[in-house]
């Protein structure tokens, strides 16, 4: 026979023991609540780190105003994708230069787009995105204002500027050429007046590259085209200056630069193990100059203190004419010819060494005006070089009055552009 049941009496809870029950489910809330909101506030501070971390190392410096072209702001953002758009594949060294030139491109360009919105000439933004397209760039801001500013000059020249240049004018034929001394232009100039053929010496002699490869003929030409030509005022004063039919007289010019120079060179000390010369070197500018600078020197005259003084060659001119320790090759093949001869006895000072690969400054101008025409159609050419001339005029002249402020890149600035620019 199955047991019983016996049924367990049941158990009162009194208000305090309910009372104590409830204030310890509270205070286990309390406590959960409070390790929760501990555990979130950590997390919460070391997310704020590491957002302020990157806020103020990357977000905050490039969306940092850096230009300023009038009313206009570009950010560093906008600077370093033009350093990546100028840079590509230039070298690093190159960078450092290139960082200056860029913020002259960028306040140079804004004042562009601004000079030419009030002269009323504008390019639309399709034309710029067609532009874009042909070039298989991106519809960022900065290549549309790379862009824009492009076809901008384009439309300026071609439209604007146009209507500035006439389209007949004075003009005057020229015969011309470049040498290197006084000396030698007498000696030409007397073989011209002599019956010498003009064209015939000039394409031999002339060393000025269009005087001698058009065989000193440089054609007609309106007053401004020869300074853009060769680069020197003297022959277009004479040109417009002088009669037709006369020979001028010889023309120095000190700033007109020429592929030749002539070198002085002394061995001092050699090293035959090495191959390696030390020499002492002046690169001058006429056969004619460093003749007498030589005589000079064979007179006790110093050899640091003349090259110093007269050296066109920048590296012997800053050392006192002391090119230290050089091998085969450093320098062209005319002075390794005399510097590394194992026949030149040390000290010995070389005759002028005549030298095709370097420039130098100075020369003398034979000119003649074969024929002159009162108003003569002006070539595309030259009227195209007319209006580049008033436009580069015009571009000079937006910086006049132009409030720009850069001065927030500084050295340290720029070098973190670079850094981001170039992935380093």
Do not use: C
Not at 15 to 42: D, P, T
Not at 162 to 187: D, G, W
Not at 248 to 263: A, F, H, M, N, R
Not at 293 to 298: I, M
Request: proline letters at 2%; hydrophobic letters at 35%; aromatic letters at 8%.
């Amino acid at each position: 026979m199955a047991k019983k049941r016996v049924e367990k009496p049941h158990r009162e809870v009194t208000k305090r023991q309910l009372s104590q029950w409830q204030r310890q489910k509270r205070r286990q809330r309390i406590i959960l609540g409070a390790g929760i909101f501990i555990i979130v506030a950590v997390l919460g501070i070391l997310g704020f780190g590491v957002y302020s971390k990157w806020y103020i190392a990357e977000y905050k410096p490039l969306h940092q105003t850096v230009i300023t072209v009038n009313d206009t702001q570009f950010n560093m953002d906008y600077y370093i994708k033009m350093l990546k758009f100028y840079g590509k594949d230039q070298p690093s060294y190159y960078m450092s230069y290139l960082a200056d030139e860029v913020v002259r491109y960028v306040e140079q360009n804004e004042l562009i787009r601004q000079g030419a919105m009030v002269l009323g000439t504008s390019v639309s933004d399709t034309e710029v995105d067609e532009k874009l397209k042909s070039y298989d760039l991106p519809l960022s801001r900065h290549y549309r204002d790379i862009v824009r500013t492009e076809l901008l000059l384009i439309k300026l020249r071609d439209e604007h500027f146009e209507q500035q240049v006439p389209l007949s004018a004075e003009q005057r034929h020229v015969m011309a050429m470049l040498l290197e001394s006084e000396s030698q232009a007498n000696e030409i100039a007397s073989e011209l007046e002599a019956g010498e053929d003009f064209a015939e010496v000039a394409g031999e002699l002339s060393l000025e590259d269009i005087s001698k490869n058009e065989a000193g003929d440089l054609g007609w030409h309106p007053k401004d085209i020869l300074i853009l030509l060769l680069g020197s005022s003297i022959p277009e004063e004479y040109t417009f200056e002088s009669e037709v039919g006369v020979l001028s007289q010889p023309l120095y010019d000190e700033t007109i630069t020429k592929k030749v120079g002539y070198w002085l060179i002394k061995v001092l000390e050699r090293e035959e193990e090495s191959g390696e010369t030390h020499v002492q070197a002046i690169l001058l500018a006429s056969q004619e100059e460093a003749q007498n600078v030589a005589a000079r020197l064979e007179t006790g005259e110093d050899f640091a203190a003349v090259a110093g003084e007269l050296s066109q060659h920048d590296a012997s001119k800053e050392s006192s004419g002391d090119l230290g320790w050089l091998v085969p090759g450093t320098m062209s093949s005319a002075f390794d010819e005399f510097a590394f001869s194992v026949e030149i006895e040390m000290g010995t000072l070389s005759e002028p060494i005549r030298d095709d690969t370097v420039t130098t400054e100075g020369g003398y101008w034979l000119l003649k005006v074969v024929d002159e025409d009162g108003d003569r159609q002006i070539e595309e050419h030259d009227r195209n070089l007319l209006k580049g001339q008033l436009l580069n005029e015009w571009v000079s002249g937006l910086w006049d009055n132009a409030e720009i402020d850069d001065s927030y890149l500084d050295d340290e600035k720029k070098q973190w552009a670079i850094e981001r620019a170039t992935g380093s």
